[in-house]
């Protein structure tokens, strides 16, 4: 049986069984979009409430520490379920999605978010799952949990702009091919080692997709975790917190009045700073 089929089954079985994650996806019928023309592309807006958990996530190292670590296996719900690979990751419905399929590949072990020990792992799970785009969050780049390693995945029609096209004079994205895994992760070393500016993990945004018999990573180099807007107050602020899937062109709102009034200048403002 292949993985997936593992992971149709998976969601199937959670979508009968997880009120949440039931909930949450019925939910996704019914979550409103609007869509500005940048050109060559377009950029969506979604209003997406349940995604307020992640967008509204407090990062910092104090409020980790006070945390129980959500993606430990004894701290999930007793409803969630999981498919092992390759022995030390954990594959899991994520019950707060923003596409049809969303998963989260979790590390077993309670490790920081640091990609440069699982560059291979992400290039496996993108040859694995030719249907899902598998994208990384750097620890200060949108992840809700930069304690405690993982991937995401989505399906990947999910995505109107393809992750290999450029956007140019909005979206900044650096874009490495090859059907050798070895030589990727080298030439991804060598981009990595040029966007490091101190002993931190540089700040970015990863998505993986095999197709073709090759691999495509693509890299959003980032300046900024979060927009001013973020943390302005009244009428100015703008709840939104940009990880991997704003960057393709998707920017998530869980604020129904946010939704309401961000423009094309706000959404080009955003994508600046960050």
Known sequence: MSMQTDIEQLFEQQLQSWPLAVENYAALKNIRIKSFDFGAYKIKVQFNPARVVSTAAKTDKKSIEKRPCFLCAANRPKEQQEIEFKGKYDILVNPFPICDKHLTIALKEHQPQEILPYVEDMLDLAYELPEYLILYNGPQSGASAPDHFHFQAGNIDFFDNQIDIFQEGLIEKELIVSDDKKLLEKQFIQLYKELQSSDEEPMMNLFCQYKAGKWELTVYPRKKHRPEQYYDEGIRQIMISPGAIDMTGVLIVP???????????????????V
């Open 255 to 273: 604020r129904e009045e946010d939704f309401n009034k961000i423009t094309k200048e706000d959404i080009q403002d955003i994508f600046k700073q």
